[in-house]
């Protein structure tokens, strides 16, 4: 059990980890889509897949832009629902209820210990559902283009405010 000052000693730290998470879970995800489409930095059984395959191709293309733009904490919150829904649909079509010879197990464990291996697929898809409510966190892209429209709304204003008191002089 944590007591408060050490409650509040973490909440200051949550910004800058949930920007740390954000940047491995969108890294590892763009590595994911990299592997599909180009079989870099490793390669699955058969290479790349071919272009325009459904789903592999796809899917692949999915998560490369969707892991790129999480990573740099560009659109985050728009780019993690995306990769969420990938993830759930990946789980239900490829290893559970949909999966190519019927439905597989129900636990989502290793293959070899008799699971259906969705558990990466769960870890992503709740991974980037977090990121949806969280957002990108202190070092987001986000971030900066949150704080650059907030100074733009204010100089327009200040100059909107400024016409409007020239305009009331001169009545």
Known sequence: MTSIRSE?????????????????????FTLHGSMTLFAWPLSYPGGAAPVGEWPGWW??????????????????RIAAFIASGEMAVAYFWQHWLFAKGGPGPFWPFDKQVGGNGGELAILFCFA???????????????????????????????????GRRRFALRR
């Open 128 to 162: 980037f559902l977090l990121l949806v409510f969280t957002g990108g966190g202190a070092f987001a892209l986000d971030a900066r283009r949150r704080g650059a429209a907030a100074g733009l709304g204010r100089r327009r204003g200040a100059a909107a405010g400024m």
């Open 59 to 76: 899917s692949g293309l999915i998560e490369f832009i969707t892991g790129i733009l999480v990573t740099l904490g560009l659109f985050t």
């Open 8 to 28: 509040e000693r973490l909440n200051t730290y949550s910004p800058t980890v949930i920007s740390l998470f954000r940047v491995i879970v969108g890294l590892l």
